[in-house]
């Protein structure tokens, strides 16, 4: 017979085990060790060839040999990056499915919606940022404004009369705009298109006065001549381009930009999902991927897990204000 202290030790063991076993993070070995025993998917919730894309499969290369597998990168795009980000939230959280998620979908964009496909806190395992990126603020080189003073100067001189454009909206191009024009007491009109190839095509052709693009597409056009880069809507200058000044330099408090991060579904094993948080965070800390990343306008910040999170929840409240003061919707 098992004398009642040794039953008693055995009923504390297993219980101190299975408290293990639901922290957060903790890890399974036997489980830890058989992921992954297949190619793993990333969603991309944007058409190939963007910024989003551009990132997605340096990251994903990377991965996959951190990881000893695949991992296969689809472009899904449609109805402002929600279509791909709601198949990953609908997927099975066996950690072979994830998304590069972002602002359009997870926050602040849902803020701009009447109705959402999913939770975008709740239904999601925000894995890992992989950093943010500021727009620059472009116009084509005969454009009267030489510099972004010069810009806002005008527009508060010919207010309703001068446009801006960015890549759709709800993007974070569309936001820095409507923070720009609160902040500065300027009327702009926004001319939204869908992605910002045809909004290239239109601020060269001269239909539009300026636009904000990403400094991925943006940067070749500014270095052979056809555009000017009058501000980039970060915290401070860059060093890609030390001469140009940021826009809170120009109108204080206005900073904008996007950013993007690896999540997958709700309810992750722990253990995986803490690998997958590792590797990615492992990858984005690289010295030779923050030299490249930096080199596409993008600044690295690979926050983790509950600092995710945070920061998912900091973009809401940030932009909460200016969305309801400009009654900015997206359906």
Do not use: C
């Not at 297949?38 to 969603?43: G, N, V």
């Amino acid at each position: 017979m098992t004398h009642p202290v040794s039953r008693r030790r055995i009923a504390q063991g297993l219980f101190s085990a299975a408290l293990v076993g639901a922290l957060p993070g903790a890890l399974t070995p036997a489980r830890a060790q058989a992921f992954p025993a297949r190619p793993l998917k990333l969603i991309v919730p944007f058409p190939p060839g963007g910024s989003t894309d551009v990132i997605a499969r340096m990251v994903a290369q990377r991965l996959g040999d951190a990881l000893k597998t695949s991992v296969v990168v689809e472009n899904r795009p449609g109805v402002g990056s929600l279509l791909g980000t709601d198949a990953v939230a609908k997927a099975p959280a066996d950690g072979y499915t994830l998304v590069v998620s972002s602002n359009p979908a997870i926050a602040p964009g849902p803020l701009m919606r009447s109705s959402m496909p999913y939770d975008p806190l709740r239904d999601f395992t925000h894995l890992a940022l992989l950093g943010t990126f500021p727009n620059g603020f472009v116009v084509r080189t005969d454009h009267p404004a030489k510099t972004m003073a010069e810009f806002v100067a005008m527009a508060r001189a010919r207010p309703g009369r001068m446009n801006y454009s960015s890549a759709g909206l709800g993007s974070a191009g569309y936001l820095t705009g409507e923070l720009l024009k609160q902040a500065a007491g300027i009327d702009m009109v926004h001319v939204p298109y869908k992605g910002s190839a045809p909004a290239i095509n239109d601020l060269l052709g001269g239909q539009l006065d300026g636009m904000f693009e990403s400094l991925v597409t943006a940067t070749g056009h500014v270095r052979n001549g056809k555009m000017r880069l009058l501000s980039v809507s970060g915290e401070s200058r860059m060093k890609n381009f030390p001469d140009v000044p940021a826009l809170p330099e120009v109108v204080p408090g206005v900073i904008g930009g996007a950013w993007f991060g690896i999540s997958g579904p709700a309810r992750m094993p722990a253990d995986i999902a803490q690998r997958l948080q590792t590797e990615v965070q492992a990858i984005v800390s690289a010295p030779d991927m923050q030299t490249r990343l930096s080199e596409l306008g993008m600044t690295p910040s690979p926050l983790g897990g509950a600092d995710f999170v945070n920061f998912i929840q900091g973009e809401n409240r940030r932009w909460g204000p200016v969305i309801r003061a400009g009654k900015i919707t997206v359906e």
